[in-house]
């Protein structure tokens, strides 16, 4: 079967890391106590959230926790630096934790670790080398809870920290991206993660207006995690079968209003059987009230393609449904924390096997914070 892509799900990758859950936190705050004397080329930043959670247990998708009421934790920590004229380095790092069925799971990794030169001349580019952020959707520029005005976030994809080299640059109206990167946007691990084989990235944008932009994406690449050879068809390899991924994204802003847009195609290959296809979407407006208020809305709706390996090298090519809504509020209580409240539904496939309806109820406080001004004002 799939794996379970909820909030709470014990991966295999993230058991067998074995990491103490402070060692990103302590070489941040060693790292800030260094940069907190020194000039302004440094900045250390952080962000930590507070969650609550109560769902149903009825669907695929949304129940966290097998639908009993539970809360998660969230710290990140990054800090940048100019290290040298145009080039830069950047570190983030991440713990989290959250009581999966009575029982405490914490989890540790720094998430994003890259070098940034930027050129002048003759055209502005950048380039990044290292542990990236996914470089392309809508939604991965905006994951962050700051950023997020919902809790919950779309189906269509997972934020991933691949290992790569990306390019990025604009020109006028027009901007792109290309990478190489070493992980694929579909993350299917069943007891491993994917092979470590670069597949190219890319994305362009026009904004023809201010306030307005319209944008696409494409990678193809494999997308197996190591799975035992006996599952596949003699001479076979994971890496012999290939997502194809197209997307297309809008983001509009106007006065107090905001709209941001997605749909993304997938075809992926599934041994001894063909191909899964999906196509999905979600329209996201936002309006602010108020300096302290907004509220904000996310409907998503399509198939996500599911590979599912059944025994010995039998396979199918599935599709998961996916239709919800989630509607929430924020509140600004102080300039750094944000609060946040939310509803979400899920509205069934119509095929009562798959999943039933699923509600989310849920709860998040998020704060943001300046390391270095902690230091700057105890002197």
Same mark, same amino acid.
């Given at each position: 079967?799939p794996? +379970?892509?909820?909030?709470?799900?014990t991966?295999?990758?993230?058991?067998?890391?074995?990491?103490?859950?402070?060692? =990103?936190?302590?070489?941040?705050?060693?790292?800030?106590?260094l940069?907190?004397?020194a +000039?302004?080329?440094?900045?250390?930043q952080g962000?930590t959230?507070?969650?609550?959670?109560?769902t149903?247990?009825?669907?695929?998708?949304?129940?966290r926790?097998?639908?009993e009421?539970a809360?998660?934790g969230?710290?990140?920590?990054?800090?940048?630096?100019?290290?040298?004229?145009?080039?830069?380095?950047?570190v983030?790092g991440?713990?989290e934790?959250a /009581?999966?069925?009575?029982v405490?799971?914490t &989890?540790?990794?720094?998430?994003?670790?890259y070098?940034?030169?930027?050129?002048?001349?003759?055209?502005?580019l950048v380039?990044?080398?290292?542990?990236?952020?996914?470089p392309?959707g809508?939604?991965?520029?905006?994951y962050?809870s700051?950023q997020?005005p919902?809790i919950?976030?779309p189906?269509?994809?997972?934020?991933?920290?691949?290992?790569?080299?990306?390019v990025?640059?604009?020109?006028?109206?027009f901007?792109?991206? =290309?990478a190489?990167?070493?992980?694929?946007?579909?993350?299917?691990?069943?007891?491993?993660?994917?092979?470590?084989i670069?597949?190219?990235?890319f994305?362009?944008?026009?904004?023809?207006?201010?306030?307005?932009?319209i944008?696409?994406?494409?990678?193809?690449g494999?997308?197996?995690?190591?799975v035992?050879?006996?599952?596949?068809?003699?001479?076979?390899?994971?890496? &012999?079968?290939?997502?194809?991924?197209?997307?297309?994204d809008?983001?509009?802003?106007r006065?107090?209003f905001?709209?941001?847009t997605?749909?993304t195609?997938?075809?992926?290959?599934?041994? =001894?059987?063909?191909?899964?296809?999906?196509?999905?979407?979600?329209?996201?407006? /936002?309006?602010?009230?108020?300096?302290?208020?907004?509220?904000a809305m996310?409907?998503?709706r399509?198939?996500?393609?599911?590979?599912?390996w059944i025994?010995?090298?039998?396979?199918?090519?599935?599709?998961?449904?996916?239709? +919800?809504?989630?509607?929430?509020?924020g509140f600004?209580a102080?300039?750094g924390?944000?609060? /946040?409240?939310s509803?979400?539904?899920?509205?069934?496939?119509g095929?009562p096997?798959?999943?039933?309806?699923?509600?989310v109820?849920a709860?998040q406080?998020?704060?943001?914070?300046?390391?270095?001004?902690?230091?700057?004002?105890?002197?």
């Open positions: 079967m794996p +379970d892509r909820s909030l709470w799900a991966r295999p990758s993230a058991l067998r890391r074995r990491k103490a859950v402070t060692v =990103a936190a302590s070489i941040l705050f060693a790292f800030s106590t940069v907190a004397r +000039d302004e080329r440094f900045m250390i962000l959230d507070a969650e609550y959670w109560d149903t247990p009825q669907s695929a998708y949304l129940t926790n097998a639908g009421p809360a998660a969230r710290l990140r920590l990054w800090a940048v630096g100019d290290l040298a004229q145009g080039l830069q380095g950047f983030l991440r713990i934790g /009581k999966v069925n009575t405490e799971q &989890d540790s990794e720094v998430d994003q670790a070098l940034r030169y930027s050129f002048s001349s003759p055209q502005p380039l990044q080398a290292g542990k990236l952020s996914l392309y809508n939604f991965s520029r905006r962050f700051s997020n919902l919950g976030a189906e269509n994809y997972e934020i991933s920290y691949p290992w790569g080299l990306q990025s640059g604009a020109l006028r109206r901007d792109f991206m =290309a190489a990167l070493n992980g694929p946007l579909t993350h299917l691990e069943y007891d491993s993660p994917t092979e470590s670069l597949r190219p990235a994305a362009t944008g026009v904004t023809p207006l201010v306030g307005f932009r944008g696409g994406y494409f990678t193809h494999p997308y197996l995690s190591r035992p050879e006996a599952w596949l068809l003699p001479g076979k390899s994971p890496s &012999d079968y290939h997502e194809t991924v197209a997307g297309l809008l983001q509009y802003s006065a107090h905001e709209l941001n997605e749909m195609v997938t075809r992926l290959q599934v041994p =001894a059987t063909g191909d899964a296809r999906g196509r999905i979407w979600y329209v996201e407006p /936002k309006y602010t009230f108020s300096p302290r208020w907004y509220a996310r409907y998503e399509g198939d996500l393609p599911e590979p599912t025994w010995a090298q039998t396979w199918a090519a599935e599709q998961e449904g996916i239709h +919800d809504l989630e509607t929430g509020v600004r102080l300039p924390l944000l609060v /946040k409240g509803f979400r539904t899920d509205f069934g496939s095929n096997t798959l999943y039933q309806d699923g509600r109820v709860l406080l998020s704060y943001s914070f300046d390391v270095k001004s902690w230091f700057a004002a105890a002197r």
